[in-house]
T-cell receptor
Framework: NAGVTQTPKFRVLKTGQSMTLLCAQD?????MYWYRQDPGMGLRLIHY???????AKGEVPDGYNVSRLKKQNFLLGLESAAPSQTSVYFC??????????????FGPGTRLTVT | RKEVEQDPGPFNVPEGATVAFNCTYS??????FFWYRQDCRKEPKLLMS???SGNEDGRFTAQLNRASQYISLLIRDSKLSDSATYLC??????????FGAGTRLFVKA
């Protein structure tokens, strides 16, 4: 039982390049989330999904797109990276219909630098 | 007003001290409450859920006061390994979860 995994762990991009961050969970959770965390700051929600095939914008969605084609996977895309997107990105999942609990479980994070 | 507010910190305490963190939330319809711990450059990890009756896990005690919309975390006999940022987290139903900004704790030898 791996919980929540993220790939890659580190990435350096040049301005204007694109990339996709992959998140996978094996807990059969319904909800999945993408956050960013900048140095000394709290978590900010980028996008979230309440089920397979559905996504919604969070607090800071601009410059990002997401897809959830399979229940266990949640992809975050950067179409044209900008230095302002240098951050640590965390994926999280929550809510199992079986357990009826809402605590979130996080992946280990992806450290992205855009030069 | 922020939906979840925490003591700004940082808290600097000696080993063996007792330290208390406070948190207030604004949405009276909030349903679930949690404390998370985040180590430097790591992901947040669930420390404990908070129940109306209060709950304890070893040196950690969490309490909830729904009338005052207030959550607390007490750490007794602090260890060096308790140094981290502690996040107060409130779920207002379904997917909607609000994370506090966190309170930094430094435990000194």
């Amino acid at each position: 039982n791996a919980g929540v995994t993220q790939t890659p762990k580190f990435r350096v991009l040049k301005t204007g390049q694109s990339m996709t961050l992959l998140c996978a969970q094996d807990m059969n959770h319904e909800y999945m989330y993408w956050y960013r965390q900048d140095p000394g700051m709290g978590l900010r929600l980028i996008h979230y999904s309440v089920g397979e095939g559905t996504t919604a914008k969070g607090e800071v969605p601009d410059g990002y797109n997401v897809s959830r084609l399979k229940k266990q996977n949640f992809l975050l895309g950067l179409e044209s990276a900008a230095p302002s997107q240098t951050s640590v990105y965390f994926c999280a999942s929550s809510y199992s219909r079986l357990r009826e609990s809402y605590e979130q479980y996080f992946g280990p994070g992806t450290r992205l630098t855009v030069t | 007003r922020k939906e979840v507010e925490q003591d700004p910190g940082p808290f600097n305490v000696p080993e063996g001290a007792t330290v208390a963190f406070n948190c207030t939330y604004s949405n009276s319809a909030s349903q679930s409450f949690f404390w998370y711990r985040q180590d430097c450059r790591k992901e947040p990890k669930l420390l404990m859920s908070v129940y109306s009756s209060g709950n304890e896990d070893g040196r950690f005690t969490a309490q909830l006061n729904r009338a005052s919309q207030y959550i607390s975390l007490l750490i007794r006999d602090s260890k060096l390994s308790d140094s981290a940022t502690y996040l107060c987290v409130v779920n207002t139903g379904g997917f909607k979860t609000i994370f506090g900004a966190g309170t930094r704790l430094f435990v000194k030898a």
